[in-house]
């Protein structure tokens, strides 16, 4: 299977291409998209929008996973950044119905590199064990593109919780746990 992970943003965003055969996943593409050049937010929208439908007629990945809202300490920045995510959901829901997902970024931190609160380095390394590969991130955006397709990757036939994500279980890290459930199927 095709797994897209975005790591949303009103000015610029990561995405990331990863292959699930079995049990290993296989680097595919990654890259950054650029949105700041247009200086109205309103007409970013639109951009933002056609560049998420292009992602899904060049790769055709099988699901889509999405990072969920952040807290930051700016409303004018959460508002323009749930808008964007909005623009990038829309979009990939046309084509994508019931295959769009989303992670907490503390879950996808946590998948990745067995810390929920790791910093970038640690998620990176997290990536290049997973990957198999020596890879080289151009922006964190990127990293944080494939650390989500990952997850997803690891997560989506785990349990989902009350919240509505996955979440480990208490005797052990969800890291395990998605490891777990790789095994039995």
């Not at 000015?11 to 079995?22: D, M, N, P, S, V």
């Not at 790769?59 to 409303?75: R, T």
């Not at 019931?98 to 910093?119: D, M, Q, R």
């Not at 989902?160 to 979440?167: C, D, P, T």
């Amino acid at each position: 299977m095709l797994f897209l992970g975005i790591d949303p943003g009103s000015r610029k965003a990561g995405f990331g291409l990863i292959e699930q055969k079995g049990r290993t996943f296989k680097y595919i593409d990654s890259g950054s998209l650029a949105y700041d050049k247009v200086p109205n937010f309103m007409d970013r929208l639109g951009l933002i929008y056609e560049s998420c439908e292009a992602l899904i007629k060049s790769y055709n990945p099988d699901e889509v996973a999405i990072e969920s809202l952040i807290y930051v300490k700016s409303i004018p920045s959460l508002a323009k950044l749930a808008q964007a995510r909005g623009a990038m959901i829309a979009a990939f829901m046309r084509t994508h119905q019931e295959k769009v997902f989303e992670y907490s970024p503390n879950l996808v931190k946590s998948t990745v590199s067995g810390h929920g609160h790791a910093n970038k380095e640690s998620v990176e390394k997290g990536l290049k064990l997973a990957l198999g590969q020596s890879l080289n991130f151009k922006s964190h955006d990127e990293s944080d593109a494939l650390a989500i397709a990952l997850c997803h990757g690891l997560m989506r036939n785990v349990p989902i919780g009350k919240s509505g994500h996955a979440k480990a279980s208490k005797s052990g890290s969800s890291l395990r746990q998605a490891f777990r459930h790789l095994e039995k199927s």
